[in-house]
């Protein structure tokens, strides 16, 4: 699953599963059992306090993606490990500008990406923003999260789908038409999972509220964004297996 989710390119396995794929290519195509999803970057509501302070001013948003955070420095000459939160490995590894959103900004600001390189076993990333020379300005970006606009968003392959495009989705028994529930959130695992809060009329368990669906071929072979349906074929127990 690829995403990069609302203020976020959230990766929804992290990029670990990412590696030797290239660039905008989803883990989620149809095939072989794999999940459906693409995470891919989509402006998604920032929630905001009521109340402004002046000293922690609210960041518009709306126009940005975020992809990730900066978790530490690395070294002495002034690396930075990012924890990712999309699923595109080129917006770490691939030279160019990005923004940068500091911790009392409102608005992200523009800063070069030099280098990037994956940590596998520990699911970062450590770049080298120009700049950034030593520890001690390494240190001073603890917190800050990197950023590009939203119009730079991956264009979708057939069957890959925006995170969001598939939160609110009603999902249906294929074979009866029953209506089960409603997407409420995705959960990244070896296969994405669709997490469905259920129907009331569904439910036969009350204590029950949700449940997770794997979105795969064989179990969500019809998705109708048009419709807002996802049509489900499970295997028998896999709706109360979370019990």
């Keep these: 699953m690829k995403h990069e989710e609302a203020n976020k390119e959230i990766g929804g396995r992290g990029a670990e599963g990412q590696r030797g794929r ?31 302070s002046a000293r922690s001013p609210v960041p518009n948003l709306d126009d940005w993606l975020e992809i990730g955070k900066i978790v530490s420095p690395q070294g002495l000459s002034g690396e930075l490990r990012v924890y990712p939160v999309s699923d595109f490995p080129e917006r770490f590894e691939v030279p160019g500008k990005r923004w940068l959103l500091r911790l009392d900004g409102t608005e992200p600001q523009p800063i070069e990406l030099l280098t990037g390189r994956y940590i596998s076993n520990k699911n970062l990333y450590v770049i080298k923003l120009a700049g950034v020379e030593n520890c001690d300005q390494a240190e001073a970006l603890r917190g800050c999260k990197l950023m590009v606009p939203a119009s730079d968003r991956p264009q979708l392959s057939e069957d890959e789908y925006h995170v969001l495009d598939l939160i609110g989705l009603e999902v249906f028994m294929q074979a009866s038409g029953e209506l089960v529930g409603t997407v409420v959130d995705i959960i990244p695992a070896g296969n994405d999972l669709l997490e469905v809060k259920l129907h009331e009329s569904f439910a036969t368990d009350k204590k029950q509220k949700t449940v997770l669906i794997p979105f795969v071929e064989a179990i969500a072979p019809v998705v109708d964004l048009k419709s807002n349906r996802i049509e489900i074929t499970p295997p028998p127990g896999l709706l109360e297996i979370n019990n």
């Design 22 to 52: 290239g660039a905008e290519k989803q883990r989620g195509k149809r095939v072989g059992g794999n999940s459906k999803i693409k995470n891919v970057q989509f402006p998604v509501p920032n929630p905001q306090p009521l109340v402004a």
